[in-house]
């Protein structure tokens, strides 16, 4: 319906037809999925039926978050990371990614594959990024100046070599404590800071909508075409686009949130695309909300 593709997956065969629809193509992929924590995540079967789509050489990319460990298996968080301690805890937080990994059955998939997993966090925290200036002069050539600055470090050099190739932006929707999660805030966890309600979210998240511009910013910059998909997990319901403003407005809408309510859709509106809200009407006539 109009940039946008819709599909309810449910096998393999679903999300075949769903990337077809979706134009899903490039010469390698690097695919983000949304594992805030170890209760709600981008399961490891949707993205075995995603890689079995995808022909070429595909790298996840994530960084460490404060709740994906073995004490947030259920829907309210037990303990998280703090800005405080997070380096000091680095150890176990390595651990228990490599945890998360086995409990949801994503090492599996990815060895199934033959899929690379590149974590940010740990790329940056030991010191294996792309010069700043040279992600500046990237970035800047296409958008200009970032706000944030120092995101022009957030670059691991194993992900700058893969430039040029496709990003997609697999986000399980949700709503979180401060604001809808949808497919251009999930590269937000990208920020290599796994706490990143501090610094990142500014006092009542004020610079929570900068923040997810500057680093989608930076990631659009490396990786064409970008693909950005929905989950909609009670529904089964996949929706899709080019344009991840339009993707993130239908389904807000589809799920009863009004998209001008979400201020950094707002703000990403902006820089990356408008959204056609005479579409959002067509969807809600065809699919409900």
């Known amino acids: 319906m109009g940039n946008v593709v819709f599909c309810k997956v449910t096998e393999a065969e679903d999300m075949r037809r769903f990337a077809k629809e979706l134009n899903i193509r490039g010469k390698g992929f690097v695919v983000k999925p949304n594992w805030s924590n170890a209760n709600s995540y981008t399961s490891a079967e949707d993205l075995d039926f995603l890689f079995n789509c995808l022909e070429g050489k595909k790298t996840v990319v994530e960084s ?3 709740w ?3 004490l947030n298996t259920r829907p309210e968080p ?18 228990q990614d490599a945890w998360f990994l086995r409990y949801s059955g994503v090492e599996r998939v990815l060895k199934k594959h033959g899929v690379e997993y590149v974590n940010i966090t740990e790329e940056v925290w030991n010191h294996r990024t792309v010069a700043k200036r040279e992600m500046q002069k990237i970035v800047e050539e296409r958008f200009g100046s970032l706000k944030n600055q120092e995101m022009y470090g957030f670059i691991p050099k194993k992900v700058y070599n893969l430039r040029g190739c496709s990003l997609i932006s697999l986000n399980m929707s949700r709503m979180t404590r401060e604001v809808m999660s949808l497919s251009t805030k ?12 501090g610094r990142w979210h500014g006092e009542n998240d004020s610079l929570l909508p900068q923040s997810i511009v500057d680093i989608n910013k930076v990631y659009r910059s490396l990786f064409k075409p970008c693909f950005w998909i929905n989950e909609i997990v009670d529904r089964d319901l996949l929706v899709g686009s080019e344009n991840s403003v339009q993707a993130d407005a239908v389904t807000a809408s589809i799920v009863g ?8 859709l707002q703000f990403a509106a902006k820089v990356f695309g408008e959204y056609d809200e005479a579409l959002l009407v067509k969807v809600k006539e065809k699919l409900g909300s």
Do not use: C, M, Q, S
Request: proline residues 9%; positive net charge.
């Open 186 to 197: 999930n590269l937000f966890g990208l920020i290599p800071d796994p706490a990143r309600y």
């Open 257 to 264: 949130v009004d998209p001008k309510g979400i201020e950094y």
């Open 64 to 66: 460490y978050t404060a």
């Open 78 to 95: 037990h303990d998280f990371i703090t800005p405080r301690n997070a380096k000091k805890k680095w150890k176990w937080i390595k651990e």
């Open 68 to 70: 994906r460990n073995e």
